[in-house]
Every structure is written in structure tokens, then in C-alpha cells.
């Protein structure tokens, strides 16, 4: 009997791939010098600064292939302020307008 892995096929996003395949090349041997340029041009093709791409390659390094997955926040559309505060603004702006407006 012949063993045979299991394997499952995952479609992985082509913004994905180009971040897996720019993290390698900045992951290559090299000196500081040829590092910084190779930094900047992975910024530049990402459109995202230098210490961004630098996180991206530390969280690649610590967590693998998921933490080049986009994620929502959990907090998406959530207030971080009191919602009684939240109220208390809401009054006063909509006070302040209805002056202008009557």
C-alpha cells in the first residue's frame, strides 16, 4: 500500500501571492545596504511605508502564510465613546443646526 498525503487545495488571493512573493525576495541574503533598497522598492510596490512591510515580515515570520490574509476589525462600525456621550453630541449638533436652518 502506498501512502498518500492528504492534500487540500486552497485558492489563495493574488494580492496574497504577490505579498508572500515580495516578502521572499526582501527575505533573501543580503547586506544592510542592498536590505534598505530592497525595503524601499517592497514599499513601493505594496504602496505602504517602510516600517509596514517591516511588521508584515515580522508578523509573516511569527504567525506564516494567515497573517497575509486581510481581516475586519471586530469593532467595525462600533463607537469607542459612551454611548451616552455618543447621544449628547448627536442633541447638540442636531440643536446647533436647527437654529441655522429656522
Keep these: 500500500m502506498s501512502k498518500e498525503k492528504n492534500i487540500i487545495p486552497v485558492d489563495i488571493p493574488e494580492d496574497v501571492q504577490r505579498r ?4 521572499n525576495y526582501l527575505m533573501e541574503p543580503c547586506d544592510r545596504i542592498s536590505y534598505g533598497k530592497k525595503l524601499d522598492e517592497v514599499s513601493q510596490k ?4 517602510r516600517r ?10 511569527e504567525e506564516g502564510i494567515n497573517s ?4 475586519q476589525r471586530t469593532d467595525k462600525g ?13 442633541k447638540q449638533y442636531i440643536s446647533k443646526w436647527a437654529e441655522l436652518i429656522v
Excluded at 20 to 23: A, F, N, P, V
Excluded at 46 to 49: D, I, K, R, T, V
Design 20 to 23: 508572500i512573493e515580495l516578502i
Design 46 to 49: 505594496l504602496n505602504c511605508s
Design 52 to 61: 509596514t512591510v517591516q511588521r508584515m515580515v515580522k508578523k509573516w515570520e
Design 68 to 71: 497575509l490574509f486581510s481581516t
Design 78 to 90: 462600533q463607537h469607542r465613546i459612551d454611548k451616552v456621550l455618543v447621544d449628547f453630541i448627536k
